[in-house]
């Protein structure tokens, strides 16, 4: 089966492309909703982020205080260290959990930082960036999350520049002119991994699902 590593920066769209992936029928495996589905009340990472960053990490309502914590490791690279060697191993056995499971012809499988850990190329046979201009990021940042502009260049800062992350994708698309046309570059790319999903499933001697 095809699986492709789907990357981008903060705000760039990456929900809205994977969520077009999914209406054409494709596998979507989002590492941010695992995260949150391990971090929420009663998530299975709770106890060992408790154990590494103290009660304090935790919201009254028992799930991962996410304000809190994301202004701490943007602050303390060490912090983000502990958090990364807590979380990442169990959102991956995860996602190679679900992987196992698709019966779909390719898998999509959102990692905002694909690039910045290298952490899933092993997992992923092309990398599909998904790109828009940094003010737009900006913009858009704020106005789904309501972060303050200092706090989304801070995490764009953090994250690989644009021009390496376009230089290392196998795919781009680009998210600077609506919805629609969001939509037409999606479709292009869907038949196109439909096409390598045949191909790779020849290689091997058996079809692809799907």
């Not at 801070?154 to 998210?175: C, K, P």
């Not at 570059?185 to 692809?208: F, I, N």
């Amino acid at each position: 089966m095809l699986v492709i590593g789907l990357t981008g920066g903060i705000g760039s769209g990456k929900t809205a492309a994977a969520d077009l992936f999914a209406e054409h029928g494709a596998a979507v495996i989002d590492t941010d909703a695992i995260a949150h589905e391990m971090t929420g009340r009663g998530g299975a990472a709770l106890p060992l982020l408790s154990a590494a960053f103290g009660a304090d990490c935790l919201a009254p309502d028992g799930s991962l205080d996410r304000p809190r914590m994301r202004k701490l490791v943007f602050a303390d690279a060490q912090a983000r260290k502990k958090l990364e060697s807590v979380l990442h191993p169990m959102i991956r056995d995860q996602v190679r959990a679900r992987i196992a499971r698709v019966t779909q012809p390719y898998a999509i499988v959102v990692v905002p930082l694909l690039l910045e850990t290298g952490a899933y190329r092993e997992l992923t046979d092309r990398v599909l960036v998904v790109d828009a201009p940094e003010e737009q990021q900006v913009v858009r940042t704020g106005r789904r999350s309501g972060l303050p502009e200092k706090e989304v260049h801070d995490i764009m800062n953090a994250q690989m520049q644009r021009a390496e992350r376009l230089a290392r994708a196998d795919d781009v698309l680009t998210n600077d002119r609506g919805l629609a046309h969001l939509r037409r570059q999606v479709g292009k790319l869907h038949a196109k991994y439909l096409d390598l999903a045949k191909e790779a499933g020849r290689a091997t001697g058996s079809p692809a699902p799907g």
